[in-house]
T-cell receptor, first 114, second 113 residues
Framework: DAKTTQPPSMDCAEGRAANLPCNHS???????VYWYRQIHSQGPQYIIH???NNETNEMASLIITEDRKSSTLILPHATLRDTAVYYC???????????????FGAGTQVVVTP | DGGITQSPKYLFRKEGQNVTLSCEQN?????MYWYRQDPGQGLRLIYY???????QKGDIAEGYSVSREKKESFPLTVTSAQKNPTAFYLC????????????FGQGTRLTVV
């Protein structure tokens, strides 16, 4: 399975953009990049996902490099409520053994400060 | 409202007892998942189910059992064989295709004393 590497923590000032990096150098051509976040003691919340093109929704933007070996999640105007652990996940290819699984790493603890 | 519900939010059990955690969804999703989370750690997959009456072991299935008799329900039993059962348990569901998101419940915090 492809794995991801994220920094363990990062701080961001309220109102500024937060850029969260993720390395996934062994990603396969048919694997999607997903981002989730988890506020303390709650279930993870889906943010965004993409394959090769950049994606944007009401929560964030996802920038995937042309070689697909890394990506960046952008929170355009961070608020205090964005303080959470952010997980970058590569969804594995469809096989009998690994179909549908989301494999979570340790993620990045983002702290938004006033 | 559509969603995925886990109950109870907090659960206490004595060591050596089996305990069943409930997970119900009304999203009409085929696939359902159980994850375990320990303090400061990411989520680890216990079991997952693609369709009714079918389920597969995840990475840490030992000491756990599941059933999938109805599309809406995917209960998890933590048996006495699970050596470290105290953890935060999360259930999720998704449509049965690859490139869609999974929706998570709010979790059950199990404490075994």
């Amino acid at each position: 399975d492809a794995k991801t590497t994220q920094p363990p923590s990062m701080d961001c000032a309220e109102g500024r953009a937060a850029n969260l990096p993720c390395n996934h150098s062994t990603i396969s051509g048919n694997e999607y990049v997903y981002w989730y976040r988890q506020i303390h003691s709650q279930g993870p919340q889906y943010i965004i996902h993409g394959l090769k093109n950049n994606e944007t929704n009401e929560m964030a933007s996802l920038i995937i490099t042309e070689d697909r070996k890394s990506s960046t999640l952008i929170l355009p105007h961070a608020t205090l409520r964005d303080t959470a652990v952010y997980y970058c996940i590569v969804r594995p290819p469809m096989t009998t053994d690994s179909w549908g699984k989301l494999q979570f790493g340790a993620g990045t603890q983002v702290v938004v400060t006033p | 409202d559509g969603g995925i519900t886990q109950s109870p939010k907090y659960l206490f059990r004595k060591e050596g007892q089996n305990v069943t955690l409930s997970c119900e969804q009304n999203l009409n999703h085929d696939a359902m998942y159980w994850y375990r989370q320990d303090p400061g750690q990411g989520l680890r997959l216990i079991y997952y189910s693609q369709i009714v009456n079918d389920f597969q072991k995840g990475d840490i299935a030992e000491g756990y059992s599941v059933s999938r008799e109805k599309k809406e329900s995917f209960p998890l039993t933590v048996t006495s064989a699970q050596k470290n059962p105290t953890a935060f348990y999360l259930c999720a569901s998704s449509v049965r295709i690859m490139n869609t998101e999974a929706f998570f419940g709010q979790g059950t915090r199990l404490t075994v004393v």
